[in-house]
């Protein structure tokens, strides 16, 4: 009994077998994090910018005199949000146009733009969605 004792002590042959299963599972949830994290960003950067440009477009396009309405603010966003460099997927794609309740600035329009995007999901093979990222910022559009 001894001698099989000390041949399965000496054995060696499974090793790396069972310590991959023991820490591969976790190696790969952290990858997945990480993937999930910087398609995040990703989508939160491309938000903010697309959120900046709709401002300049509301900005300039008063400025030289066209009344624009929220709809056709809303309209632009979201065909200027399917392009380059953005790529958004106008289906997760939120966007809201609408006058600020309170107007800060005298002689000026404040608009309010929200815009929220679901992220993709490294898991929505699972049926598990990704979080929804919301991204909101003031325009203030003034008289020509």
């Not at 599972?25 to 994090?33: D, E, S, T």
Request: hydrophobic share 45%; aromatic share 8%.
């Amino acid at each position: 009994m001894t001698n099989f004792i000390r041949r399965l002590r000496a054995d060696t042959l499974g090793a790396a077998a069972i310590e991959f299963a023991l820490i591969g599972p976790a190696f790969i949830v952290m990858m997945l994090g990480v993937l999930q994290v910087g398609m995040g960003l990703q989508s939160y950067n491309a938000m903010r910018n697309l959120s900046a440009d709709v401002a300049r477009y509301s900005m300039v396009q008063y400025q030289t005199g066209n009344a624009i309405s929220n709809s056709q603010i809303r309209t632009w966003t979201r065909n200027h949000a399917k392009g380059a460099p953005y790529m958004l997927d106008p289906d997760r794609l939120g966007v809201t146009i609408r006058d600020a309740s309170t107007q800060r600035v005298a002689d000026a329009k404040e608009l309010e733009i929200i815009v929220t995007y679901q992220i993709t999901s490294v898991l929505e093979f699972i049926d598990i969605d990704g979080p929804t990222l919301d991204f909101e910022r003031p325009v203030f559009l003034l008289e020509p």
